[in-house]
């Protein structure tokens, strides 16, 4: 926004994806804006190694979630990207993975264009991306699945949640969020009529070093989450695209699991 010498100074509101957690996966431009930043409010999911790059000097605020347990609501972090950008002050928002994949960026967005602070927006490689990639898993294949889908396995009013159709032959499902769910996802899917033995793969801490894939049946999901002690950030991979083994992965998973 264009300022006369009688206004004051408005910033910019930078939302930037950081990917699923390497460093080496940012964007040009991310890396640009995250050591020059005097000002990053990041969440949770980012890795050290990315908030490592910032410049000596910058403040960094965490505005970590957690299910049920949250640093600062929605809410607070929109007013703080407001505040902030309408004090001069160039903000970059870091997101794990991309800001508009359910990451609530839409949402921060609406609320610095409504209190006419600009808005950039950097794409990040998306977890569901990452993940797969990390773990060799091809979401699409010719032989396999045309169709991909994502969706948040923790949200408000899963149980009347209409997944109908969204996994089953030659489809992909994508779960994020779901470790909590893991019994009611297992569970809604079967009742939608997905077979009991239809594979799923948990990655979790993709394209990190304590990178893990797991394997199993959709009746076995609740099993393998709470069985190998799984925690954030993991993705649920659903569909016969779970079930390609490549030697390597499986190799790095079984180390990483004893």
Do not use: Y
């Not at 990315?50 to 979630?65: N, Q």
């Not at 149980?159 to 499902?173: I, P, V």
Request: hydrophobic share 45%; aromatic share 2%.
């Amino acid at each position: 926004m264009a300022s006369t010498p009688s206004e004051p100074r408005v910033g910019t509101v930078h939302l930037v994806g950081a990917g699923p957690g390497d460093p080496d996966l940012l964007t040009l431009r991310a890396a640009r804006l995250l050591m020059s930043a005097g000002l990053i409010v990041h969440d949770g999911l980012v890795s050290p190694e990315i908030l490592a790059m910032t410049r000596g000097g910058a403040r960094l605020v965490s505005v970590a979630k957690a299910r049920s347990n949250h640093t600062m609501k929605q809410e607070d972090i929109n007013a703080l990207l407001v505040r902030e950008a309408l004090a001069g002050q160039d903000v970059v928002r870091l997101k794990g993975g991309d800001p508009f994949i359910f990451g609530r960026g839409g949402e921060e967005a609406e609320a610095c264009r409504a209190a006419g602070v600009p808005v950039q927006v950097v794409p990040g490689i998306t977890s569901a991306l990452g993940a797969s990639a990390a773990a060799q898993i091809p979401l699409t294949h010719r032989t396999s699945a045309s169709i991909v889908s994502f969706v948040a396995g923790q949200c408000k009013g899963l149980s009347e949640q209409n997944w109908a159709g969204l996994a089953g032959k030659d489809r992909t499902l994508v779960i994020f969020m779901g470790l909590a769910t893991a019994a009611q996802i297992a569970e809604k899917l079967m009742a939608d009529g997905l077979a009991p033995e239809t594979p799923v793969a948990v990655i979790e801490n993709a394209t990190r070093s304590a990178m893990r894939v797991l394997r199993g049946p959709l009746a076995g999901l609740p099993d393998l989450v709470q069985g190998h002690r799984v925690r954030s950030p993991a993705l649920i991979v659903i569909g016969d695209v779970a079930a390609e083994q490549d030697t390597t992965v499986r190799a790095i998973a079984l180390e990483a699991a004893q």
